[in-house]
């Protein structure tokens, strides 16, 4: 068996060593058209900002190495730039030398992956103007900013962007960041997101909105940046951190089936419309088993755990690749952001669904140190199975969004979320962890006890619309901040002052996070109101009203 691999990091190096693990006997051969291999992209936006101070810590594994314990032929520096599907053969190109050569193949695994886009602007070719998907890039972005430079644009507030947002900070540098959409992180809804507007706003990053370059000039030792709404940035530096596109060029000429969105169509075991060619990794598109829908969904793992899968069908083992659901993380100084699953943005144009949002502690609130995080879950109104999550805040993010996602590809419900036993000890959890509560809450309104409305759904209301609006908060709460028109009846004195409260109309009531508005909307229901508790509370409102104006 004769395997040739194209593209030699995240898939395409998992590939060739899960496939020499399955066979002593077979020619592996994997080309990289760059002169490094298996290093880690994820890691460089670190190195940067000299979190990882030593270069070679990103070197995961060497050519020689990958010769010593795996017996691979890496050729680094080697390009494939054709595949002929009939003969069974690839074209592969040295760029140093100019030379082509030829090689054939029983399989062929196409890792290429995706590559930044570059927007089509004057200026785009100015050495100032950065895009960061290897080691070379990053290399050069470090020089700039090791020069000691002063101002930095970032362009595009995905994961990429904030990453070297924070690094360029940690560095000293003054850092500008320009997004198209309306909110950053566009993966997530957008209340979500604003925690991390708040750090970026304490971090001093100025954050331009709605707005994106439109050209670059060179200016003094820098260069302007010009922006569609007509404001012009001074910098030393810009990075486009706007997506990735799948490098399906090799794939495309070879006339192998490819999505609407450039990714390469694979099946379930990473074969293309060419059984004896596979592909894996960013270069493919996924299927995403919620909205039932093909996606490119560029990370890590994917690409890591479709590379052994394709070495294991080569190798005539049955795996299947289940899809992918696009579980992700990000860190930004303090906090976290993670998602699972599919947003409420993605659901509203597919299909009905109910959230809920909470906004617990990560551990007790009596042991030192606890931190408060925000979780919302969304959830299929009928049978309560889970459909995404999304946390943000500080310890403790990661751990319930990995659980959410095992629950998500465990096909659990809102009410299996009820019966989680998870570890507990206060320095790490609650007894009714947060991922418990989730279940508490989303059952609670299936059920019925706990009827609720969400914020978009309050703010989205013409204001002569909206229930009447009751604060159960105390009265140095309700002073500190409140939504407008609320009645202020704190939740000791309700069962007291029920007469305060109109008995025909619908109520909305509300507290801080949504605990204390629970028990309030038990007592009106069983005084016979019609109410509903406002889910996640002041809180969520004001994450609302940030990334909305309200
Ligand atoms: P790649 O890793 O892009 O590798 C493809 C390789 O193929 C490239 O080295 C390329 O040179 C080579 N190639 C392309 N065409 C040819 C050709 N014709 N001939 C020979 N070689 C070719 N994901 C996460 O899950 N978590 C993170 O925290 C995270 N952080 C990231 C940070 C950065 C800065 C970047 C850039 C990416 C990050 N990712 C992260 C994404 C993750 O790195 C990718 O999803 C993953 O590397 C994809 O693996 P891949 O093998 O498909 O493609």
New binding site residues.
Partial sequence: MKILI?????????AATRARRLSEDAEIIM????P??S?A?????YHIGNEIPDRNKLLVVTPQRLKERFNLDVRVN????QINPKEKTVV?HKPLTRQATMENYDKLII??????FRLNLEGIDDPRVHT???LGD?DRIKKAVDSGIKKAVVIGAG??GL??VENFVQRGVQVTLVQLQNQILPVFDPEMTAPILETLEKEGVSVILNDTAEKFTPSGTGLTVHLKSGQSLESDLVVLGVG?RP?N??AVKAGLEIGPRGGVRVNSHMQTSDPDIYA?????EVFDPILSEGKQI???????R??RLAADHIFGRETTFRGAQGT???GFFDQAIAITGASEKALKQKRDYRTVTIHPSNHAGYYPGAEQMTLKLMFDPTDGKILGAQGVGGSGVDKRIDVLSVAIQAGMTVYDLEEMELCYAPQFGSAKDPVNMLGFVAAGLLRGDHPQMDFATWLGLRSNGRPTLVDVRTKSEFDSGHIPDAVHIPIDELRGRLDELPKKQPLAVYCQVGQRGYNATRILMQKGFKVVNLSGGYRSYLQHTKTFGG
């Fill in positions: 194209i593209g030699g990091v995240a898939g395409g190096a998992s080309f990289e058209r760059g490094d291999v290093f992209n994820c890691g460089m936006p080697h390009e494939v730039y592969i890792a290429t992956g995706a590559a930044p960061l998907r290897n990053m994961f990429i990453e070297l990735v490098e060029q090799l894996v990794g960013d270069v493919v560029p990370l890590a793992g994917i690409a890591n479709q590379g992700a993380i990000v």
